[in-house]
């Protein structure tokens, strides 16, 4: 009933920046919360952002300062902005969308940080 798709991955120098975005479409009512998640190869998966229906965000310690979470609900878009990137930022991030009658993934966008 819910399609996300992700986009703004690629490959990026070390300092530098991205902003990837996550738009929804289909029945997204009833939404709870809306979080960036990352995997990177043999490595668990991690929650990286998360912003609530009521507009609150948390974020893993290690990006807090660097990395922006926001929403744009007339477009049916969430962003996570990266700055200051590092290369153990690199890892494949997914967009996760909590609603009452479901979760549901984005097919994943590569972000590469490498010199």
């Known amino acids: 009933q819910v399609q996300l798709v992700e986009s703004g991955g690629g490959l990026v120098q070390p300092g530098g920046s991205l902003r990837l975005s996550c738009a929804a479409s289909?029945?997204?009512?009833?939404?709870?919360?809306v979080g960036w998640y990352r995997q990177a190869p043999g490595k668990q998966r991690e929650l990286v952002a998360a912003?609530?229906?009521?507009?609150?965000?948390n974020y893993l310690d290690s990006v807090k300062g660097r990395f922006t979470i926001s929403r744009d609900n007339a477009k049916n878009t969430v962003y996570l902005q990266m700055n200051s990137l590092k290369p153990e930022a690199t890892a494949v991030y997914y967009c996760?969308?909590?609603?009452?009658?479901?979760?549901?993934w984005g097919q994943g966008t590569q972000v590469t940080v490498s010199s």
């Open positions: 996760n969308v909590r609603l009452v009658v479901g979760v549901y």
């Open positions: 289909g029945s997204i009512f009833g939404i709870l919360v």
């Open positions: 912003i609530t229906s009521g507009g609150s965000t």
